[in-house]
């Protein structure tokens, strides 16, 4: 790429890239403006205000232990903006005290009112009548009170581990005799509901405050003084040394032991404690004051997903039923037989709008008892509890099928769900591969292997961006590819040698993998545009953007006059519209009912025959293009092709559900009149789609009934 370009990106140094610990909060923010969005029904609110805390845990559990980890290891190197590891950690601290500040007020000032409003009220136990104060004792004392387990904290009982992202009350209790008082820990049990129903389903009490109002049952006899209630995150991501490993699964289930006893790196209080109590817990969970998030909505609004569990129709977004797409038999799924269609014509699918269930997991399902089935694989990352994929695998290699799963046990925060995958698995004679030394396999595939009636054997591939998961393909906007092409099956069974055996082939016929070969494709494809100037057309969909030498390209490609819009869901440390740097790029965040998932890349004008389009699993990421088994997939039929432009199209459209980056890295909502929800947009065409084809049905069913 000319020089001159890449000199006049590297003059402005780190200030070209934002911090990517900063960005994800920014995201952070985006996420609490749905929460108080009011044109959103009330319950949904509620929901992202969940997400959000749920959100918050992991960042504290993995980004800021991994910040406080090199500041520990004394790493002086700098972040690529410019940051030392303890001006990281300090930037960090102040923007989550303002998102805390917002947290409180959108909580307090705005949800609970509106849900009280509403007829849902979360309730103090000063506020209940004596009917519901008895229905609580009893509840109390049948089922709270046989599980807890206070502990003291004396010259006799050393201060007890608090384990991570426990709910704790810490009290003041006194012996009245000799005056001598002491502190003592109640662990609030995560096994019961955060938020206790009363009987009519829609007021609830949380349950620190239940077990606030009885304490004198777990201290009798004693004096209880003044009570805080806190919580602790500890370091939660695994520390992987696999070369070390001689079993990868043992391994892993040792480090999930170790997980629970991780370094803690946040105390957060339920109100401003009095500052002994603090230093207390900063003393003996060996933390700096800096740690500490006093907090005065509730501690831990996951919880609130109970509270949206509550069925009102009124409080919810519509109700969504995927549509089963065309090929698939559309209202009527089960008259279709998935590999006859597929020999048909390729189907490109659109989660959650199109259904996972009758595709992809009936796709699976027909493979595993269709006969003439040879042989399936697979990879899994993440899914659900229930999985009807896994019992498909399970089913056919019963039946004596070769089937073998890519099971990645080092998929974070579902570690342990996998290892149970993994041996339901193994037990049931499915090849089972745990994945790969030092790398994690985020790659989406399945690859069945059939013999058909004229004795041909036949690949049929499924290439997707997200998990084999039912439950969050309904909350999940995914693509996916459904195909018999066989270059896509000659290189799938490339990769799945590659991921069960021994291989180091890195070219394949249409498939781009990472590691090696992704980022240089990458370059080369944004190289490609600059040269061509003012003609130049890049747009690129991920959720994140955060390799530097990437965003140094798509910079460089920008100064030469290729225009780039960049769609990036969450963290983004490119500084669009910069003069001198980025004029030519745009970037925009889509964040709403439906988790923006799918990763979309184009270099060319996408009307045009000559316009490269791939989808994939990967983010541009320095772990997704480094650390990871990744692959992105061509599409290159010409109505598959459209369909992927109507959704960047509608995407590019979006100023409903869209935030836009400014050159201060700032996010902005649209101003003025609003047009377009993409997310709503692409419902009504899965609807169109299918009333049309209802309609040709209908048509057919008339004419054989007419004779003509």
């Given at each position: ?169 810490l009290a003041r209790v006194a012996d009245p005799a000799t005056g001598v ?125 109970g509270v949206y569990e509550i069925t009102r129709s009124d409080l919810h ?116 591969v745990y994945g790969l030394a030092g790398l994690k396999t985020h790659l ?265």
């Amino acid at each position: 790429m000319n020089s001159q370009f890449e000199e006049q990106v590297e003059s402005f140094g780190s200030l070209r890239y934002v911090n990517r610990e900063l960005s994800w909060l920014d995201f952070a923010s985006r996420v609490l403006d749905l929460a108080e969005d009011k044109t959103i029904p009330l319950l949904e609110r509620a929901k992202f205000l969940a997400i959000l805390s749920d959100g918050l845990d992991e960042f504290f559990q993995v980004r800021v232990a991994g910040l406080k980890d090199q500041l520990a290891a004394g790493v002086r190197s700098l972040s690529p903006d410019g940051l030392s590891v303890r001006e990281q950690l300090q930037a960090v601290r102040a923007k989550v005290l303002l998102l805390v500040e917002r947290v409180d007020r959108v909580y307090n000032e705005g949800l609970l009112p509106a849900l009280c409003d509403a007829g849902i009220k979360l309730m103090n136990w000063e506020e209940l009548s004596e009917d519901d104060r008895e229905y609580l004792v009893n509840v109390f004392e049948s089922t709270v009170f046989p599980v807890l387990t206070p502990l003291a904290v004396d010259p006799s009982h050393p201060f007890p581990y608090i384990s991570n992202l426990s709910l704790n009350l810490l009290a003041r209790v006194a012996d009245p005799a000799t005056g001598v008082a002491r502190f003592a820990r109640v662990k609030v049990p995560p096994i019961l509901p955060r938020f206790v129903a009363l009987p009519d389903g829609v007021r609830f009490i949380p349950l620190e405050k239940l077990i606030w109002a009885h304490l004198d049952q777990l201290f009798p006899e004693m004096e209880i003084g003044a009570h805080y209630v806190f919580r602790v995150s500890r370091n939660a991501d695994l520390t992987l040394e696999e070369e070390e490993a001689d079993d990868l699964l043992a391994f892993v289930e040792m480090e999930l032991r170790r997980r629970r006893f991780g370094r803690a790196v946040r105390l957060e209080f339920q109100g401003a404690p009095d500052p002994d109590v603090a230093a207390l817990l900063v003393k003996e969970l060996r933390l700096h004051p800096d740690d500490v998030y006093v907090v005065n909505s509730a501690l831990d609004l996951s919880g609130l997903w109970g509270v949206y569990e509550i069925t009102r129709s009124d409080l919810h977004d519509p109700d969504w039923v995927p549509v089963t797409p065309t090929s698939f038999g559309g209202a009527d799924p089960g008259s279709v037989n998935v590999f006859a269609a597929l020999r048909q014509s390729d189907v490109l699918l659109h989660h959650p709008y199109e259904s996972f269930s009758a595709t992809v997991e009936r796709f699976i399902e027909q493979a595993a008892s269709d006969p003439a089935v040879l042989a399936i694989k697979q990879t899994l990352y993440r899914t659900s509890g229930d999985s009807r994929i896994v019992a498909s695998l399970i089913k056919a290699a019963e039946a004596g099928k070769q089937v073998a799963a890519l099971v990645e046990v080092k998929a974070r925060f579902d570690e342990q769900a996998n290892i149970g995958w993994a041996r339901a698995l193994e037990e049931a004679g499915v090849h089972v591969v745990y994945g790969l030394a030092g790398l994690k396999t985020h790659l989406k595939a399945v690859l069945v292997v059939r013999r058909e009636e004229n004795g041909a054997t036949l690949r049929y591939c499924h290439l997707g961006t997200g998990n084999y998961n039912s439950k969050t393909a309904k909350s999940y906007e995914d693509i996916g590819l459904l195909t018999t092409d066989p270059d896509f099956g000659s290189d799938l069974s490339e990769v799945f040698n590659l991921l069960t055996g021994f291989s180091k082939k890195v070219e394949y016929k249409k498939l781009i993998l990472a590691p090696g070969r992704l980022r240089p494709k990458m370059l080369e494809l944004i190289a490609e545009q600059a040269a061509l100037g003012k003609e130049g057309r890049i747009f690129i969909k991920v959720n994140g953007l955060i390799d530097p030498e990437v965003i140094d390209a798509l910079y460089m490609a920008s100064g030469a006059g290729a225009k780039i819009d960049l769609i990036v869901r969450s963290i983004c440390c490119l500084r669009p519209q910069v003069a001198g740097l980025s004029e030519n790029i745009k970037v925009k965040s889509i964040v709403g009912r439906f988790l923006e998932h799918s990763r979309i890349f184009l270099f060319g004008d996408m009307q045009s025959d000559n316009c490269k389009m791939f989808v994939g699993s990967a983010d541009l990421m320095q772990r997704n293009l480094d650390r990871r088994i990744e692959a992105l997939f061509p599409i290159e039929e010409p109505r598959l092709r459209r369909r992927v432009a109507e959704i960047v199209n509608l995407d590019l459209e979006d100023d409903c559900s869209s935030w836009y980056m400014t050159e201060d890295g700032d996010w902005v909502k649209p101003s003025g009149s609003l047009r377009l929800r993409a997310q709503d947009r692409f419902q009504e065409l899965a609807l169109e789609r299918a009333a049309t084809v209802r309609r040709h049905v209908r048509r057919l069913w008339f004419r054989a009934g007419s004779g003509k």
